[in-house]
């Protein structure tokens, strides 16, 4: 505040007009109403932060179940003919059907791989091996459920539950079914999709697309954003969403997740579709994974 000289040459300071100091005040208590609102309106309801929590839980017991991503141990991919993986028997590929036998002693027997939604399983002691079918090519997937990933797991490392990033999406439909090729983590392998459309969204003031995926009833969204690399996982992260009521559905980017190769190597996930690269942070949801 700038002061002026009397007429003696003293300087003093200029009175405030009346009621300044109350004003003042009060454009203070609406500066701190306004901060108390926007920190309201982030946080979550406790109904709401209960769902998330739940959610958490029920996603840490898939991932640590004896079957879950953390007890993969190999993956062996099949060439034409024989193979031989130790400790389980013979693998012999023949056109598009797999056949088994422990040894050449024994019958071969045809096996069902994990397109058929309940594959085959062969046991040896902790370790349980099934057939797995990505395009063209088959595997044996190893699971141990006393293998050393699970013995280490020690949790997963969360975002804060923010409710602002449960959103409303609209559905562009595509006209006419729309099949499209996921490139996937593993060279030269893709995996086919149906796609249904695009997701328009609006994130913390930008407006946003995504091209979801159909998988087991639902829309599968795999998407990149600008924590990429930083506080999540580099290739991305993945979404489920309802299918659209009326051409609308949530998402809740507090239940986005990191994708089993985050976990494993013998994974195969597929990859974020070139335009499911967001230009904003989504900082919600599963960070980056680190093992013990």
């Known amino acids: 505040m700038a002061r002026r000289r009397s007429s003696q040459g003293v300087f003093f ?8 100091l109350k004003h003042e005040s009060m454009r203070c208590a609406r500066g701190l109403a306004v901060v108390a609102l926007a920190v309201l309106h982030a946080a979550a309801d406790p109904a709401y932060q209960a769902d998330v929590l739940r959610w958490r839980e029920q996603r840490v017991a898939a991932l640590t179940a004896p079957d879950g991503w953390l007890s993969l141990v190999a993956l062996h991919w099949l060439r034409d003919g024989e193979n031989i993986v130790d400790g389980f028997g013979i693998f012999r590929l023949a056109g598009q059907q797999v056949w088994f036998r422990q040894d050449r002693q024994v019958a071969e027997k045809p096996l069902r791989d994990d397109s058929s939604g309940s594959p085959d399983e062969i046991k040896e002691g902790t370790r349980i091996a099934t057939l797995i079918r990505r395009g063209d090519r088959f595997g044996v997937r190893v699971r141990d459920a006393g293998g050393a990933a699970l013995r280490k797991f020690r949790g997963l490392q969360y975002y804060p539950i923010d409710q602002a990033y449960r959103v409303e999406a609209t559905l562009l439909p595509y006209q006419g079914r729309r099949v499209t090729r996921v490139a996937t ?3 030269g392998l893709s995996q086919k999709f149906e796609t249904p459309g695009i997701l328009r969204f609006r994130l913390r003031g ?43 559905t949530v998402l809740d980017f507090n239940k986005a997740f ?31 994974y680190i093992p013990e």
């Open 13 to 20: 300071k200029p009175r405030r007009p009346p009621g300044t």
């Open 185 to 187: 983590v593993v060279d």
């Open 206 to 248: 930008r407006d946003c697309e995504l091209e979801p995926l159909l998988s087991e009833g639902k829309l599968f969204l795999i998407f990149r954003d600008q924590t990429s690399g930083k506080t999540t996982y580099p290739a991305g992260r993945y979404l489920y969403a309802e299918l659209p009521a009326n051409g609308r």
């Open 258 to 288: 990191n994708p089993p190769c985050a976990f494993t190597k013998y994974a195969t996930c597929p990859l974020p579709p070139p335009r499911n690269r967001l230009t904003v942070a989504v900082e919600a949801g599963e960070k980056t």
